[in-house]
């Protein structure tokens, strides 16, 4: 049964950094794209970071410089550190496995981790 298990969140000062983690079991991790997803009261679910099975990342625009999203295949886990965190970063971080392939096809979500920010 696949399971992703975030953790790292909590609350925070404007200016500070956390590192949430996600970690896998369940699935192939190294052949998954992973991906961070937020979603702030009312708002939309909004996709934040993305790392392919082969590395390549991608970011939103709006914490592009301020994010890092990386993977340990040996630890099956995906990181997100994030760095000058502002108010509108608050939300509910939510991490996302996906692959599309001929043979494979799957989305899997974790329950989320509340990030915080405030003074």
């Known amino acids: 049964q696949a399971q992703l298990a975030e953790s790292g969140g909590g609350l925070v000062q404007p200016g500070g950094s956390l590192r949430l983690s996600c970690v896998a079991s369940g699935f192939t991790f190294s052949s998954s794209d992973m991906q961070w997803y937020r979603q702030g009261p009312g708002t939309r679910r909004e996709l934040v970071a993305a790392?392919?099975?082969?590395?390549?990342?991608t970011y939103a625009d709006s914490v592009k410089g301020r994010f890092t999203i990386t993977r340990d295949n040996a630890k099956k886990t995906v990181y997100l550190q994030m760095n000058n965190l502002i108010p509108d970063d608050t939300a509910g971080y939510y991490c996302?496995?996906?692959?599309?392939?001929?043979?494979?096809?799957?989305?899997?979500w974790g329950g989320g981790t509340q990030v915080t920010v405030s003074s």
């Open positions: 996302k496995a996906l692959r599309r392939s001929m043979t494979s096809s799957y989305d899997y």
């Open positions: 790392i392919t099975s082969t590395g390549r990342t």
